[in-house]
């Protein structure tokens, strides 16, 4: 099945720069990426995603990329803000047509 | 829209216990899930319903957790007996098989099981 890894497990940076969190997924037949954010204590919400057909796409200070000959994806926020802060998944959808999650990355804004 | 649904929000119970979730996923939605999530780390898919027909449970601890979707729409998840390791936030999303949002996946705000 789908292998999600995901990098860094943690991640601070200074409200105003940027933060880029990076998945890799074993499944070359996968193609559809989201991203999600979790908030302490919240449901999971989608924030982005990309379809295997597409390399890149952009919403206002978030943008995912894709490489599908390395098998990797990831999510950049520019112009970060303390309300970034909170617990962001990859995921990667598979041949089986199932969702397999990343183990999150801990991003934090500080003020 | 109303969002997915699911009750109770917390439940504390001891081992060898039985716990039920329920779940209302987003109306016209055919597709439900059941996720675990263990503190620290992602979602883990237990069974996937199309309509009341299960497409995927090949993660799902069937020795001791049991899922249905009696008429396509609401959904129950129980665990009989629990064990220590059940501990984790238990997830139910939906999503609509047709249209450009097909694959995007609606989470409800889950159900905190404890079990000591």
């Known amino acids: 099945g789908e292998n999600v890894e995901q990098h860094p497990s943690t991640l601070s940076v200074q409200e105003g720069d940027s933060a880029v969190i990076k998945c890799t997924y074993s499944?070359?037949?996968?193609?559809?990426f989201p991203w999600y954010k979790q908030e302490l204590g919240k449901r999971p919400q989608l924030i982005i995603d990309?379809?295997?057909?597409?390399g890149e796409k952009k919403d206002q200070r978030i943008a995912v990329t894709l490489n599908k000959t390395a098998k990797h994806f990831s999510l950049h926020i520019t112009e970060t803000q303390p309300e970034d802060s909170a617990v962001y998944f990859c995921?990667?959808?598979?041949?089986?047509?199932?969702?397999?999650f990343g183990k999150g990355t801990l991003l934090t804004v500080n003020p | 829209e109303a969002g997915v649904a699911q009750s109770p929000r917390y439940k504390i119970i001891e081992k060898r216990q039985s716990v039920a979730f329920w779940c209302n996923p987003i109306?016209?939605?055919?597709?439900l899930y059941w996720y675990q999530q263990i503190l620290g780390q992602g979602p883990k898919l237990l069974i996937q319903?199309?309509?009341?027909?299960?497409?995927?449970d090949s993660q799902l601890p069937k020795d001791r957790f049991s899922a249905e979707r009696l008429k396509g729409v609401d959904s129950t998840l129980k665990i009989q007996p629990a064990k220590l390791e059940d501990s984790a936030v238990y997830l139910c999303?939906?999503?609509?098989?047709?249209?450009?949002?097909?694959?995007?996946?609606?989470f409800g705000p889950g159900t905190r099981l404890t079990v000591t």
């Open positions: 990309i379809r295997s057909n597409v």
């Open positions: 109306s016209g939605h055919a597709t």
């Open positions: 995921a990667a959808r598979g041949s089986n047509y199932k969702l397999t």
């Open positions: 999303a939906s999503s609509s098989p047709r249209g450009r949002g097909s694959y995007e996946q609606y």
């Open positions: 319903f199309q309509n009341n027909g299960v497409v995927d």
């Open positions: 499944d070359s037949a996968s193609n559809y």
